[in-house]
């Protein structure tokens, strides 16, 4: 209630990341909000009532300016391994730039499309949707490979306590960052991270 954002990003539209109920309450609470997505979210926040002129359909490539803020998009799975559009964004801000993975696939350290833009737009922190076992995202090692190769200092699981019956130790997740350029940073249940340029 307390919280009137510039723009929301969904990264794809499975109802976990454009959830058309929470949308449209947010947009009647919020009414200088601007919904960003895929074009398959875009569609689904008009048909939840947002108005279309504060919808856009994004793609990978795009570049988004807002207040203080610029926003990169990036593809998080290529199109052979998923049934909906999957972006990525890499959000700067006061000049640290912040990878959010979105729902990644699992191998993309070796897609040249996934990897490249990210390795250019070169994020200080990425937050990771990893899973010890589910094949359709990096486990913790290649989710360590991912943030060293993108030139990431800090690593965030995602996922992890998000779903009661897809949650995870995140400690493992950590020590697969052990010896490498990048760490890992656990952020409790609600809590919160304060990240130091220095």
Request: proline residues 8%; negative net charge; glycine residues 8%.
């Amino acid at each position: 209630d307390e919280i009137e954002p510039d723009a929301v990003f969904c990264t794809h539209n499975h109802s976990d990341h454009t959830d058309p109920v929470f949308l449209s309450a947010l947009a009647r609470h919020s009414p200088a909000t601007t919904f960003l997505g895929p074009l398959e979210s875009a569609q689904a926040m008009i048909e939840a009532g947002i108005a279309a002129d504060r919808v856009h359909a994004l793609r990978s490539g795009d570049r988004i300016a807002l207040p203080a803020s610029g926003v990169d998009v990036v593809l998080s799975k290529t199109p052979e391994v998923s049934d909906v559009a999957h972006l990525g964004y890499v959000v700067e801000i006061g000049g640290i730039k912040v990878y959010d993975t979105g729902d990644i696939m699992r191998g993309v350290t070796r897609e040249p499309a996934l990897i490249d833009p990210l390795r250019r737009a070169a994020p200080d922190v990425a937050l990771i949707t990893t899973s010890p076992t589910e094949d359709e995202f990096p486990d913790f090692r290649e989710a360590a490979e991912l943030a060293v190769a993108i030139g990431a200092r800090i690593a965030v699981p995602a996922h992890y306590d998000c779903f009661a019956k897809r949650t995870f130790d995140p400690r493992p997740f950590a020590a697969a960052f052990g010896g490498l350029s990048a760490r890992a940073e656990i952020i409790p249940y609600c809590g919160c991270y304060l990240h130091s340029s220095g």
